[in-house]
């Protein structure tokens, strides 16, 4: 009973072995990973760049926090702007998504040049892996759309609502970046406890508001894939943000107590 409704939302299950492989494997990974995001095991980047230094070999390379950003989405972006050109003319639904993700990764670069303030660097083996996570979502989830061409349509469509919930959550995301960005004064790097929006409530509302938008690209998508993508980040995102708000309760004495980790009143 339950198996038939949620099969209501999804397009048939891929013909591609590759396509249903790494939804399993996506999402295992990304389980993994937040269970050792939780367990202290941090993947290096932002305010646990070096939080490994004691397992790290000595002649890791790194760079500035500012190119390995670069690096992370730029490749992401590139494969969503091909998009356009490798799968046209596939349908509304199939732009609505190129369209999407396209300006998911546009928006972080534009961040990382122009929004976000570092501190810190990043290491080569976590940058590698990363990109490499997230080039491989965002080529496989456009894989995975172009492979629904001539299948019946889910019957519960969730595009226009999956439209609404990636504005919403990308609008949300970058309003909280802007809000980071503006702890720092010119030449500060220390870190200080975010306040506004709903920082006040969580300490990381832009991972919240980042499900949020992966959802929305889900509902747009109604694949096997973005689903087991998004409830894969989802695994990760609620572990970093366990991790972050232990970060900061360890660091400030005056971390409020009520404020949680992701979601308000909650987690």
């Not at 494997?25 to 939780?38: D, T």
């Not at 199939?94 to 990043?122: C, N, P, Q, W």
Request: glycine share 6%; net charge positive; charged share 10%.
């Amino acid at each position: 009973m339950v198996m038939s409704k949620l099969l209501n939302l999804i397009y048939p299950p891929p013909s591609s072995m590759f396509v249903s492989a790494m939804s399993v494997i996506s999402l295992l990974i990304l389980v993994k990973s937040g269970l050792s995001e939780i367990k202290g095991n941090h993947m290096n980047y932002s305010k646990f760049w070096n939080a490994n230094s004691n397992t790290t070999p000595q002649n890791q390379i790194k760079f500035s926090s500012k190119v390995g950003m670069l690096l992370l989405y730029t490749p992401a972006l590139l494969a969503a702007a091909a998009s356009f050109w490798i799968f046209p003319h596939e349908g509304i639904r199939s732009t609505i998504f190129h369209a999407a993700i396209t300006i998911h990764y546009l928006k972080r670069d534009f961040e990382v040049l122009f929004v976000h303030k570092y501190s810190g660097s990043m290491l080569l083996d976590s940058a590698f892996s990363i990109t490499l996570s997230y080039f491989s979502s965002a080529a496989t989830m456009i894989y995975a759309q172009h492979l629904t061409q001539g299948l019946p349509e889910p019957s519960i469509n969730l595009l226009y609502p999956g439209v609404v919930l990636f504005l919403v959550g990308i609008i949300g995301n970058f309003y909280h970046h802007y809000i980071l960005s503006k702890l720092r004064g010119k030449g500060e790097k220390e870190y200080k406890i975010p306040k506004g929006g709903l920082f006040n409530l969580v300490i990381c509302p832009h991972y919240l508001f980042e499900l949020i938008a992966w959802y929305g690209v889900s509902f747009i998508c109604q694949t096997l894939y973005s689903f087991s993508f998004s409830i894969g980040s989802t695994f990760y995102l609620f572990g970093r943000s366990y991790a972050t708000r232990k970060w900061y309760v360890s660091k400030f004495d005056d971390f409020p107590n009520d404020v949680k980790a992701i979601i308000p009143f909650v987690f």
